[in-house]
């Protein structure tokens, strides 16, 4: 059965197959183009990453370049990774996939890929997260909450998504718990967060900005801190503070990027991420993805490669010092 979903001017179809967006429209293609790519989301349809490779592929149909958006989920994205990885580099099959799927899962065990089995195309998307906190508690920015864990050891638990990975690293280097004491309890997700701190069983959460927004604006809970990567102030709350403001380096590493497999010709990339940085500057593009929760921030195939390998070279060993050290306990 399909299902309609209308979002900022776009109707997703939700299905439990890959669903494919053509989107040339008759419009003249370039020489250079390819007549048709495909982009493997390695998630549901109806989430962030979906909704952001669609609004990507819709933005490259206008253009003139047909993209098919393919549905994979599976082990936290890396199922769709290690399926593109072992494409042929002329497939025209790429990869929509941030740092989480491209570093910090194939840190954490063997998934049959690295990064370095893919090229980069160009980085686009960056979802935004952040720390927000219960409706009445008795603090309304980080440091205030800071202090009260201080004055009240135990007392606090922390919602988060999940137990061991990415997010529950970001969580606890904003949080610090050898300095703080306080529960972290591993939740379902950003909606179960939501649900847990609105319903008062959680006194901190990590959940998207989106998803955040409303229920701040609501009075239903209170957001004290974003963990954006690229830039500090998101458009979506330029009023909330960036965690790199206090001086605690916990910025999320979550910007989304196309990737193709390894060998994948120069020719393509350059002819998909020229449109990328075209699109990128589009008002109507920057608003839908505002609209999401995500930042529309472009950077080039040599940008995106030297952001991901800052990454994989400053943030990965922590992260794999920090799960040891987790998984021992």
Same mark, same amino acid.
């Given at each position: 059965?399909?299902?309609?979903?209308?979002?900022?001017?776009?109707? %997703?179809?939700?299905? @439990?197959?890959?669903?494919?967006?053509?989107?040339?429209?008759?419009?003249?293609?370039?020489?250079?183009?390819?007549?048709?790519?495909?982009?493997? /989301?390695?998630?549901?349809?109806?989430?962030?990453?979906?909704?952001?490779?669609?609004?990507?592929?819709?933005?490259?149909?206008? =253009?003139?370049?047909?993209?098919? !958006?393919?549905?994979?989920?599976?082990?936290?994205?890396?199922?769709?990774?290690?399926? !593109?990885?072992? *494409?042929?580099?002329?497939?025209?099959?790429?990869?929509?996939?941030?740092?989480?799927?491209?570093?910090?899962?194939?840190?954490?065990?063997?998934?049959?890929?690295?990064?370095?089995?893919?090229?980069? !195309?160009?980085?686009?998307?960056?979802?935004?997260?952040?720390?927000?906190?219960?409706?009445?508690?008795?603090?309304?920015?980080?440091?205030?909450? %800071?202090?009260?864990?201080?004055?009240?050891?135990?007392?606090? /638990?922390?919602?988060? =998504?999940?137990?061991?990975?990415?997010?529950?690293?970001?969580?606890?280097?904003?949080?610090?718990?050898?300095?703080?004491?306080?529960?972290? %309890?591993?939740?379902?997700?950003?909606?179960?967060?939501?649900?847990? @701190?609105?319903?008062?069983? /959680?006194? %901190?959460?990590?959940?998207?900005?989106?998803?955040?927004?409303?229920?701040?604006?609501?009075?239903?809970?209170?957001?004290?801190?974003?963990? =954006?990567?690229?830039?500090?102030?998101?458009?979506?709350?330029?009023?909330?503070?960036? /965690?790199?403001?206090?001086?605690? =380096?916990? *910025?999320?590493?979550?910007?989304?990027?196309?990737?193709?497999?390894?060998?994948?010709?120069?020719?393509?990339? *350059?002819?998909?991420?020229?449109?990328?940085?075209?699109?990128?500057?589009?008002?109507?593009?920057?608003?839908?993805? *505002?609209?999401?929760?995500? !930042?529309?921030?472009?950077?080039?195939?040599?940008?995106?490669?030297?952001?991901?390998?800052?990454?994989?070279?400053?943030?990965?060993?922590?992260?794999?010092?920090?799960?040891?050290?987790?998984?021992?306990?």
């Amino acid at each position: 059965m399909l299902k309609a979903l209308k979002l900022g001017g776009l109707v %997703v179809l939700l299905t @439990l197959v890959a669903i494919p967006l053509v989107l040339a429209g008759g419009q003249a293609e370039p020489a250079d183009a390819p007549d048709e790519i495909t982009i493997v /989301v390695g998630f549901g349809a109806g989430g962030s990453n979906d909704l952001s490779a669609r609004y990507l592929a819709e933005a490259l149909g206008e =253009q003139g370049i047909t993209a098919n !958006v393919v549905n994979m989920p599976g082990g936290m994205g890396t199922e769709a990774a290690y399926h !593109v990885s072992t *494409q042929s580099p002329d497939s025209h099959t790429f990869m929509w996939a941030h740092p989480l799927i491209m570093l910090f899962e194939p840190a954490a065990g063997d998934r049959g890929f690295t990064i370095h089995d893919f090229t980069p !195309v160009g980085t686009l998307a960056s979802p935004t997260f952040a720390i927000g906190s219960r409706a009445g508690a008795p603090w309304e920015t980080l440091d205030e909450l %800071v202090e009260y864990i201080e004055a009240n050891p135990g007392e606090v /638990v922390l919602g988060g =998504q999940g137990e061991g990975n990415m997010m529950h690293f970001i969580a606890e280097l904003i949080l610090d718990p050898d300095e703080l004491d306080y529960t972290y %309890v591993g939740l379902g997700g950003g909606a179960d967060v939501a649900l847990n @701190l609105t319903g008062g069983h /959680v006194d %901190v959460g990590h959940l998207s900005l989106a998803a955040a927004r409303p229920l701040h604006q609501d009075g239903d809970l209170t957001v004290l801190v974003n963990t =954006q990567i690229l830039i500090e102030r998101d458009p979506l709350m330029p009023e909330i503070p960036n /965690v790199v403001e206090y001086g605690i =380096q916990g *910025q999320e590493p979550h910007p989304l990027a196309l990737w193709g497999p390894e060998g994948t010709s120069e020719e393509l990339i *350059q002819t998909l991420t020229n449109a990328m940085a075209e699109i990128a500057e589009d008002p109507d593009f920057v608003q839908n993805y *505002q609209d999401i929760g995500i !930042v529309a921030h472009y950077l080039d195939p040599d940008e995106t490669w030297e952001f991901f390998m800052d990454v994989e070279e400053n943030m990965v060993p922590r992260y794999k010092d920090w799960l040891e050290a987790y998984l021992s306990d």
